[in-house]
């Protein structure tokens, strides 16, 4: 009884080659989140003159509907357009910070923000809770 033997297979098997890629995928997907974090570097302490940072005025809406501009003076609309076009005569590029209460409604702030854009304030920067 003769044994015969099996012919050579030509074709490579790619069901390992697979098995690992995907095991491979699965690790990188899972560590790419964890490494977007960065790196711990002390810097170097250099004594030298702070960048000047430009005072720009905020304008502060509170839960009672009240506006206040820069943090302590009450005005209306009128006089918070006053106000803004003011100091959009002194600083052409200026523009203003907006706090407004989240339990304000949406049609308060939009009329803030309309008469602000009218006095002529095209960069408001809307400030939330970190």
């Known amino acids: 009884m003769l044994r015969r033997r099996r ?3 030509a074709e490579i098997n790619v069901t390992p080659f697979v098995d690992v890629m ?3 995928l699965v690790i990188f997907m899972i560590t790419a989140p964890l490494m977007q974090h960065g790196l711990e570097v002390q810097l170097p302490k250099e004594s ?4 000047p940072v430009k005072e720009v005025p905020s304008i502060t809406l509170n839960i009672n509907k009240k506006v206040f501009w820069n943090k302590d003076e009450v005005v209306n609309l009128m006089i918070l357009s006053r106000k803004v076009e003011e100091y959009i005569n002194k600083n052409q590029n200026g523009g203003v910070y907006l706090k407004a209460d989240k339990a304000l409604d949406y049609g308060f702030v939009m009329r803030v923000i309309a008469t602000v854009r009218r006095a002529g304030v095209e960069n408001i920067g809307m400030v939330t809770e970190p």
């Open 48 to 51: 030298t003159k702070p960048i």
């Open 7 to 9: 012919p050579m297979m």
């Open 22 to 24: 995907l095991v491979l």
